[in-house]
T-cell receptor, first 114, second 112 residues
Framework: DVKVTQSSRYLVKRTGEKVFLECVQD?????MFWYRQDPGLGLRLIYF???????EKGDIPEGYSVSREKKERFSLILESASTNQTSMYLC?????????????FGPGTRLTVL | GDSVTQMEGPVTLSEEAFLTINCTYT??????LFWYVQYPGEGLQLLLK?????DKGSNKGFEATYRKETTSFHLEKGSVQVSDSAVYFC???????????FGTGTQLKVEL
């Protein structure tokens, strides 16, 4: 059974803390993505990666960074958490090449910044 | 840029009612189109997809047809069940990296 796992389902942090969200996939996918999901706004792409050590900005990269040192792992970093980063964070992965490849999603991490 | 517009929810239906959730898109080129579903407390999972004009995607009784002339990909099901209660997202994919652009989601609640 293919799987995308995220390190935490729920996380509570304080303003100014550095936050790491981890995502691991076991499908040998080239592409990995980080989204945030907010009511009324749908999913918005933060960053994505096509390969190890590669990263590209999505639609809302401000306040975030990412790291992809291994093919199966993609980390999202909040350098200094702020209350407006309280959200649901979803990781996804997909394979390259064929048109219309689906993205596989993890269960999400609900982050609250106090 | 690319965008997806889907009908706002929540949509509340009785069991066995007919469902339509509208989705229209704007994209350069020829995107692939997707419907994802998110059940309570879970991540998104692919419901169905279509990769070219006039293709029909179908799964679990749900269907959607890629209409290039109307730039639409409306989701339909003939008879909904309580277990279909979820949030439904329309999305389009462009580019070799399979980047997706999502709509805002439509919450469906099915009652007995």
């Amino acid at each position: 059974d293919v799987k995308v796992t995220q390190s935490s389902r729920y996380l509570v942090k304080r303003t100014g803390e550095k936050v790491f969200l981890e995502c691991v996939q076991d499908m040998d996918h080239e592409n990995m993505f980080w989204y945030r999901q907010d009511p009324g706004l749908g999913l918005r792409l933060i960053y994505f990666s096509y390969d190890v050590k590669m990263k590209e900005k999505g639609d809302i990269p401000e306040g975030y960074s990412v790291s992809r040192e291994k093919k199966e792992r993609f980390s999202l970093i909040l350098e200094s958490a702020s209350t407006n980063q309280t959200s649901m964070y979803l990781c996804a992965s997909s394979s390259s090449g064929t048109r219309g490849n689906e993205q596989f999603f993890g269960p999400g991490t609900r982050l609250t910044v106090l | 840029g690319d965008s997806v517009t889907q009908m706002e929810g929540p949509v509340t239906l009785s069991e066995e009612a007919f469902l339509t959730i509208n989705c229209t898109y704007t994209a350069t080129g020829y995107p692939s189109l997707f419907w994802y579903v998110q059940y309570p407390g879970e991540g998104l999972q692919l419901l169905l997809k279509a990769t070219k004009a006039d293709d029909k995607g179908s799964n679990k009784g749900f269907e959607a047809t890629y209409r290039k002339e109307t730039t639409s990909f409306h989701l339909e099901k003939g008879s909904v069940q309580v277990s279909d209660s979820a949030v439904y997202f329309c999305a389009l994919g462009t580019g070799g990296g399979n980047k997706l652009t999502f709509g805002t989601g439509t919450q469906l609640k099915v009652e007995l």
